[in-house]
């Protein structure tokens, strides 16, 4: 099936030899035609344009996209969106008072999930998670990473996984998997994290290699979780398994989990709402994508990671959703660019770029996704009539998407 997309207002982020990421001041440019026209063949972009040199080209489906911008879809590089039932009840608790520590230690959080998880069959998972996928679709995301990590359990873990595998293959959308079993200690192993720990790297981490469920490894590195020590253990077990880490860092405390994850080459660090100049200085000498999660300091109304520290130091930074149900029930990449700008004062380039380019590397997919290339998947975003990409988010609580491609077909 081919596609020709005509007349488009504004082609966004057009490169004709994509970096594998953006960092420092790169960060502002994106690239556009105006006028433009791209054309899909198959699942891949072949070819782009103006519209002056369009020269006769044709295609089995012409799409006239006057007055719409054409820009890749998102790529949301962490997300939780495997997951049983909802939180409500502690979006409540924290209106009257309770703080997010507080609502773990009586139960709630990360293991309230767990609970609920463990008692939900597979199926039914399974159907709970695609309808989020297909909204998250429809809002441009044409790739996204999940994490396990509410089973806490070898059986309730590789349920998740393979939930998120049958995802793979039923979706037409880039899913990547992380194995995330040290997200929050469970109530059996209370006063026995080692144990816990060699639960994972001793029986889960075999049995996800054998059934090859997983594509990264993951850690809560945070006091009150897991420390540096057990961090490493888990980073260590992911290598004998091929499995590169992602970690969770510097979410409410800096614990020195950037320096470690940097020194064992994460391929990202998630969330860093503080961050310390030690930080700054490990990001510089690394390869690690740092991701920012404002979806997720919104809603917990906790500070925002310091995007200007970290670009202004010649930094890269990614924007993802955090899409989970206990602190950031939303998959909304739109609303994560919008905040990216309002809140983090990121100009629309930079949050663009951030969910672009920079999240398909914090996937390891930067070569196939995030960018208008010749060659790349075409998965594309067609918005509504709009005046400018600066549109996008400025007007934070509108829908201004009309129409998703995902590699070369119309998602319905």
Known sequence: MSILITNIKSLVQVRENCPSFLAGKDMKTLPVIENAYVLVDNDTIVDYGKMD????????????????????????????????????????????????????????????SAKTLQNTSEEDLYNQS?????????????????????????????????????????????????????HALPLEFKDNKQGYLDLIINEMLPKIAKENLADYIDVFCEKGYFDLEDTLQIINAGKQYHLPAKIHVNQFNAIGGVALSTKHNAVSVDHLEVITEEDITALKNSQTMPVALPSCSYFLSIPYTPARQLIDAGLPLALATDYNPGSTPSGNMNFVISTACIKMK??????????????????????????????????????????????????????????VIINGKIFA
């Open 130 to 182: 695609i309808n989020r996928l297909k909204s998250v679709i429809k809002l441009g995301t044409g790739a996204i990473e999940i994490k396990s990590g509410y089973g806490l359990t070898t059986d309730a873990e590789l349920k998740m996984l393979r939930v998120i595998k049958k995802i793979k293959q039923d979706f037409p959308v880039k899913v990547k998997a992380t194995f995330l079993g040290a």
């Open 346 to 403: 990121m100009t629309p380039e930079e949050a663009i770029n951030a969910a672009t380019i920079n999240g398909a590397f914090a996937m390891g997919i930067s070569n196939e996704y995030g960018s208008i290339t010749k060659g790349k998947k075409a998965n594309l975003i067609i918005t509504k009539a709009i005046p400018s990409y600066n549109y996008l988010p400025y007007s934070f609580g509108e829908n201004n998407i009309e129409t």
């Open 53 to 112: 040199d369009i020269n006769g080209l044709t295609a089995e489906q012409i799409i006239d996209a006057t007055g719409r911008i054409v820009l890749p879809t998102w790529c949301d590089s962490h997300t939780h969106i495997v997951y049983a039932g909802n939180r409500e009840q502690e979006f409540v608790d924290r209106i009257n008072g309770l703080s997010y520590e507080q609502i773990a230690n009586r139960g709630g959080g990360i293991l309230n």
